[in-house]
């Protein structure tokens, strides 16, 4: 499987490019239904943002869609990476091989 992931100025930028997309729920208020059923969820897209000059400004956008067809968007900043985090999830669904990546 090709991996790729996207890489944008800002995580405005990623967020509004995956509003084109479709992904419109927002994932960050419903953090337990990622953490109680990972398997429910496939991620579809990956952006990555680096603060350019303070590490803790790093986020991660994830572009993620549900069993039932919801497309929507979770944005972990560095310090969301904690044991039993949505964010830390989504991490391993992606180290799993739970997600497509697209260059752009």
Do not use: C
């Not at 967020?15 to 991620?43: A, H, M, Y």
């Not at 897209?45 to 929507?72: C, F, L, M, N, Q």
Request: glycine residues 8%; aromatic residues 10%.
């Amino acid at each position: 499987m090709d991996r790729h992931m996207y890489h944008y100025a800002t995580v405005s930028k990623a967020l509004e490019e995956l509003t084109e997309k479709g992904f419109t729920v927002d994932f960050n208020i419903q953090e337990n239904r990622i953490i109680d059923s990972p398997d429910d969820f496939e991620i579809v897209h990956v952006y990555r943002y680096e603060g350019e000059s303070d590490p803790g400004d790093e986020a991660t956008v994830y572009g993620i869609k549900s069993s039932t067809g919801e497309k929507g968007v979770f944005v972990a900043g560095l310090s969301a990476f904690t044991e039993k985090s949505a964010a830390m999830v989504l991490h391993e669904l992606t180290i799993k091989g739970h997600g497509n990546f697209e260059n752009n």
